[in-house]
Nanobody, 128 residues
């Protein structure tokens, strides 16, 4: 399967916004959920947001709830992560990945091993 491709990272100031993109194949986006994870320097990778395949149900980590929004654009075969009110602690490399399970009506961030076809990551740096 084709790995997912992230883009949109960069350097921003605290309080600003950024939108990350995750490009996938049409079949991936239609039949599999997508999740965003991030890994800050010296820390373990953590789940940020996910969206299911069949119902577009979303789930967010508490640390980003109310600030980040995940959404799919099936016409563009792309999943977006809109990040508002960014904080220095949001600084990390952001990865998107595909749910291993076909057609789930829900998604979870509990176990990164539930995901595959990881992208190469896109770096986000938030200055204070």
């Amino acid at each position: 399967q084709v790995p997912l491709v992230e883009s949109g990272g960069g350097l921003v100031q605290a309080g600003e916004s950024l939108t990350l993109s995750c490009a996938a194949s049409a079949s991936t986006l239609h039949y599999y959920g997508i999740a965003w994870f991030r890994q800050a320097p010296g820390k373990e990778r953590e789940g940020v947001a996910c969206i299911s395949s069949s119902t577009d149900e979303t789930y967010y980590a508490d640390s980003v709830k109310g600030r980040f929004t995940i959404a799919k654009d099936k016409a563009r075969n792309t999943t977006y992560l809109r990040m508002n009110s960014l904080k220095p602690e949001d600084t990390a490399v952001y990865y998107c990945a595909q749910d291993r399970h076909y057609g789930n009506s829900w998604c979870s961030l509990l176990n990164e091993h539930d995901y595959k076809n990881w992208g190469q990551g896109t770096e986000v740096t938030v200055s204070s």
